[in-house]
C-alpha cells in the first residue's frame, strides 16, 4: 500500500511523492483521506519561502527565532492541518473502523495514526463531511479568538465563547477564511453588531451571501464611519472589540484606529513581511488601546484546564451545523482533485489563481 504525499521541495517547487504506508502496529489505527482543505496563509508561506521556521531556529525553550539552522528546512513533507479521514484499519479499541473524523496530519491520501499522540474528532452524522475540515484546527483557531476577548474582560472566569461579544460591537479586519469563520462565531455568540471590513470586493461578496454586514475600508474612512455609528458615552466611541484576521501592516492599523478607547484588538493574523507601517504613536498610545495575539498554540492564561482544544473543535461542530448550509455554499470556493495540489498550490502562490477556500478531494 503506497500513500500520495504533497511535499514542498524548495521555494515554488511543489511535489507530490508516493511512499509505502507504514505498517499498522498494537494501539495505531489508518485512516484514508477523505477531504483535505488548504490553508492559504500557512502553507504558501512555505511555498513562497516566506515563513521565518524555513530561515531560522525557533528556541522553543525561550520563546525566541535565533540565527541558526532552520527549525523546517526543504523539503518540507507536512503541509496542512485540515484533513477527514475515514478509518480503514484499526489496532485499538478507541477508535473504530469506518468512523470519520477531522485530524492534522498534512496533505496526503492515506496516514497511520496513533491515538494517544495524535487528535482524532468523531464527526456527527449530521454534519457535511467536508465541512469537517474546519473542526480539528482552523475553526478552533477562530474560537479561539473569541476566547482571548472572553478573557479580556473576565479573566479566567470564562463560561462561554458569548462571554466577550454578546451585546458588544465587533469589527472583524479581512474576509479570508479565519475572519468569516470568526464573525459567525461572534453574530451566533449574540454580538449586537459585526462589520466585517476588507477591500476586496469578491470577499465582501461572500461576507454579505453568509448574512454579514461589509465595509469597504477604502471607499470612505471605516473608522468616521463606524465610530459615528457606534456611540457609548462623550468622547467613548467605535468598536468594542476588534479581531484583526489579515497579516498586513494596513489591517492592523486600521484595527487599532476602530477601536473605542481602552478597548483591545484580537490578533489572529501571521505578519509574514512584518508590520512596519504599523503607527503605535497615533491612536494605539492616544487610546491607551491594548493588542492581543489569540494564536491556536495557547488559550489565554489560566484556561487551558476548561478551554482545551476538543471543546474549542466542539463549538467549531454547533457552528457548522448552524451556519454549515451557507459555509459550503459561499465560503469553499473550490473542490479540486488530491492529484492537482502541486499545481494548485504553486497558482495561488503566484497569484494565478485565486480562491477564498481550497479542499482537496482524494
Not at 476548561?306 to 457548522?320: K, M, N
Request: glycine content about 10%.
Amino acid at each position: 500500500m503506497r500513500d500520495k504525499v504533497v511535499v514542498v521541495a524548495g521555494p515554488g517547487r511543489v511535489e507530490l511523492v508516493e511512499q509505502d504506508a507504514a505498517p499498522l502496529r498494537p494501539g495505531t489505527f489508518r485512516v484514508e483521506t477523505l477531504f483535505s482543505g488548504v490553508s492559504a496563509g500557512t502553507e504558501l508561506s512555505y511555498v513562497k519561502g516566506t515563513n521565518p521556521y524555513l530561515n531560522v531556529t525557533w528556541n522553543a525553550d525561550l520563546g525566541l527565532f535565533q540565527p541558526g539552522a532552520a527549525s523546517t528546512p526543504y523539503p518540507v513533507t507536512r503541509l496542512g492541518y485540515m484533513q477527514v479521514g475515514r478509518v480503514v484499519e484499526s489496532a485499538t479499541a478507541a477508535v473504530a473502523v469506518g468512523a470519520v473524523g477531522a485530524m492534522t496530519y498534512g496533505h496526503r491520501t492515506g496516514w497511520l495514526a496513533d491515538p494517544v499522540a495524535e487528535r482524532f474528532v468523531p464527526l456527527p452524522d449530521d454534519l457535511d463531511p467536508l465541512l469537517g475540515v474546519y473542526v480539528a484546527h482552523m475553526g478552533p483557531i477562530c474560537a479561539n479568538g473569541l476566547l482571548h476577548a472572553a478573557a479580556d474582560l473576565h479573566g479566567t472566569d470564562v463560561r462561554s465563547l458569548a462571554d466577550g461579544v454578546r451585546g458588544r460591537r465587533v469589527a472583524v479586519v479581512g474576509a479570508g477564511v479565519v475572519a468569516l469563520l470568526t464573525a459567525l462565531f461572534a453574530r451566533r455568540h449574540g454580538a449586537a453588531s459585526v462589520v466585517v471590513l476588507d477591500p476586496t470586493e469578491q470577499r465582501r461578496q461572500v461576507a454579505e451571501a453568509l448574512g454579514l454586514e461589509t465595509l469597504d475600508p477604502e471607499a470612505d474612512d471605516p473608522a468616521a464611519v463606524l465610530k459615528t455609528r457606534w456611540a457609548h458615552t462623550a468622547g467613548d466611541r467605535g468598536a468594542d472589540v476588534v479581531f484583526q484576521c489579515r497579516g498586513q501592516a494596513w489591517a492592523l492599523q486600521l484595527a487599532l484606529r476602530l477601536l473605542r478607547p481602552q478597548g483591545t484588538v484580537i490578533d489572529l493574523a501571521f505578519y509574514q513581511g512584518g508590520a512596519d507601517a504599523v503607527r503605535l504613536g497615533e491612536e494605539f498610545h492616544h487610546n491607551g488601546l491594548a493588542l492581543r495575539c489569540a494564536q491556536i498554540g495557547r488559550v489565554p492564561r489560566g484556561l487551558a484546564p476548561t478551554w482545551d482544544r476538543e471543546r474549542l473543535s466542539a463549538e467549531t461542530v454547533e457552528l457548522l451545523r448552524t451556519y454549515g448550509d451557507v459555509i459550503r455554499k459561499h465560503l469553499v470556493s473550490a473542490v479540486v482533485p488530491f492529484d492537482e495540489a502541486p499545481t494548485l498550490l504553486t497558482d495561488l502562490a503566484e497569484r494565478r489563481r485565486q480562491e477564498l477556500q481550497v479542499v482537496l478531494a482524494a
